[in-house]
């Protein structure tokens, strides 16, 4: 049964399974007496410990973002309003569905019209990996049309950016940071646990360590990373590099693994599948660097985390970091694909352990202040009542 009391929310979502800070955003707000429906267009539910969604698949279409795609999902477009008109009339009827939470374009685009119709509140979720400037026009278009009647909510500052110069109506947008939980577990063991394990005598103090953790199946600069750590070893002869790959591929990729070996690096260089706790690893760390070219939502979560660990912070300049990385305050940042700046940055935090303290101690504090997971879900309610 649904709850009572137009708590009752839709959530469309017709691409990859929701990144995990997203479903641990519903389920914190499920303990608000919020009710999820989830319809997706994959088998695999959406689902976490403690949550998971009444779900059901729909069929928003092919991708328009493709070029095949575009043609088939406008040749489908009348067809599929159709159709989902009375599954939304059904939801609104039965189970009382009250707002609707649109994740991709194909739905953006499908049920805007289709929620103002049926007088439901509709709302965007406006990922930090959105590409609007690769969009095909003619989706563009009608994007920046149905986004009229929806409230599109942002995660970082340049997404905002990008709506205000595509003359997206300022009114309709509205930023809300992504929040995180401030106590985080720190139990981890595994068969890596004398690398992670920070200590007086550990393993890992006796080396500087630099850190990542990067979706290798995604675009990323660790080939970038990798060059960096060679022109480091100049000035840092026991510097390492643990890479923790969240990946679903079983083994790294051949490619860096390749590289590694040319760069003569081998001996330094660690690649590590997805822990189950990842505080340990933060914290073994003597910096942390962001390698995402275009960062997901998962991604700005570890860098809170490591944020909040108080690690000194590395990240690419315009890629939606910034909110998090103030220039020489809570971090650093640098240009994305410069393996040469990139070695700068690292080299000048090394020799600087003052410094390394300050980014981590204000990192700490910002996260603190402004990134706290109750303040997210207060301005999100503000949008759902």
């Given at each position: ?20 800070p997203l479903l641990n955003f ?179 103090q006796k080396f500087f360590t ?61 690649f590590v599948k997805e822990q ?110």
């Open positions: 049964m649904f709850a009572k009391g137009g708590k009752n929310i839709l959530v469309i979502n017709s691409g990859d399974r929701l990144d995990c519903f389920s914190e707000l499920s303990n608000y007496d919020y009710d999820f429906y989830i319809y997706s267009d994959k088998n695999k539910a959406d689902q976490l410990p403690g949550l998971t969604f009444r779900k059901k698949k729909i069929y928003c279409g092919p991708n328009p973002e493709k070029r095949l795609g575009l043609i088939l999902f406008l040749i489908l477009f009348l067809p599929l309003l159709f159709g989902n008109f009375f599954v939304l009339l059904y939801l609104k009827k039965k189970k009382e569905i009250k707002a609707v939470i649109c994740c991709q374009t194909r739905e953006k685009i499908i049920f805007t019209s289709l929620a103002k119709i049926l007088n439901l509140k509709i709302i965007w979720l406006e990922f930090p990996e959105i590409n609007y400037f690769k969009m095909p026009k003619i989706i563009l278009r009608l994007y920046r049309s149905k986004a009229q009647s929806a409230k599109l909510i942002n995660f970082v500052n340049l997404t905002k950016l990008h709506l205000f110069n595509l003359k997206f109506k300022e009114e309709n947008i509205a930023l809300i940071p992504l929040g995180i939980k401030l106590n985080q577990p720190q139990h981890q063991a595994n068969i890596f646990s004398r690398l992670a394990k920070p200590g007086k005598f550990s393993f890992s630099l850190g990542a953790i990067v979706n290798l199946s995604l675009p990323n600069q660790v080939e970038n990373l990798l060059a960096a750590a060679k022109i480091c070893l100049e000035v840092i002869p026991n510097l390492q590099l643990i890479v923790v790959d969240k990946s679903e591929v079983s083994a790294p990729d051949k490619h860096l693994l390749w590289l590694v070996k040319k760069l003569n690096i081998d001996n330094l260089v660690w189950s706790n990842l505080r340990k690893w933060l914290d073994s760390f003597d910096i942390f660097i962001n390698v995402n070219e275009a960062p997901k939502l998962a991604n700005l979560e570890i860098a809170l985390k490591a944020m909040l660990a108080g690690r000194p912070i590395i990240g690419f300049m315009n890629c939606g970091f910034e909110d998090l990385i103030l220039d020489n305050k809570t971090g650093l940042l640098t240009k994305a694909g410069d393996s040469e700046c990139l070695a700068q940055k690292i080299i000048e935090l090394y020799k600087n352990k003052h410094l390394r303290g300050h980014l981590g101690k204000e990192a700490k504090n910002l996260v603190d202040q402004n990134f706290r997971l109750n303040k997210t879900i207060d301005e999100f309610e503000k949008i759902l009542l």
